[in-house]
């Protein structure tokens, strides 16, 4: 299952970066695409807002890459008694996985949110095993399952 879930979120990630990488590309076309008139300012507006959309995607897609990499880091093949990076936690209100911050997903029939290790909630509850409570945002949560 962890594998799977693992697969799905690399998929995320990769069209992502395939979103980031066309939506580069789409900018920068733009701004080559931008005629001087005799409106100079208005030539020059337009192409610094291209440059400004190329370095925001920019930005967006180096994220990604970041994102991707830790997530090829992430050894789903263990089974963990205590929660970690990896962990597929249940709870009764909710499931978790510790793997990448692409937040609520729809997964084989489940509903869970993927959480990125060093996101505030996946902090909170790492080293915590079955049995135990955990309180986030005032909310009362106790682990079910671990692995």
């Given at each position: 299952f962890k594998k799977r879930l693992?697969?799905?979120?690399?998929?995320?990630?990769?069209?992502?970066?395939?979103?980031?990488?066309?939506?580069?590309?789409?900018?920068?076309?733009?701004?080559?695409?931008?005629?001087?008139?005799?409106?100079?300012?208005k030539y020059?507006?337009?192409?610094?807002?291209?440059?400004?959309?190329?370095?925001?995607?920019?930005?967006?897609?180096?994220?990604?890459?970041?994102?991707?990499?830790?997530?090829?880091d992430i050894d789903c093949t263990s089974l963990y008694t205590t929660i970690a990076a990896g962990s597929y936690v249940q709870c009764r209100e909710c499931s978790f996985f510790i793997a990448a911050g692409l937040g609520k997903l729809d997964f084989?029939?489940?509903?869970?949110?993927?959480?990125?290790?060093?996101?505030?909630?996946a902090k909170i509850i790492f080293g915590k095993s079955a049995g135990q409570t955990i309180i986030f945002t005032k909310k009362e949560m106790i682990v079910e399952t671990v692995f």
């Open positions: 693992l697969q799905q979120c690399i998929h995320i990630i990769e069209q992502r970066i395939a979103a980031a990488a066309g939506a580069i590309a789409d900018a920068q076309d733009a701004a080559n695409a931008e005629e001087k008139s005799s409106a100079g300012d020059e507006t337009s192409r610094a807002m291209s440059h400004l959309q190329k370095d925001m995607y920019a930005r967006q897609l180096q994220a990604n890459r970041k994102e991707l990499a830790a997530l090829n084989e029939g489940r509903i869970l949110y993927l959480l990125s290790p060093d996101a505030p909630l």
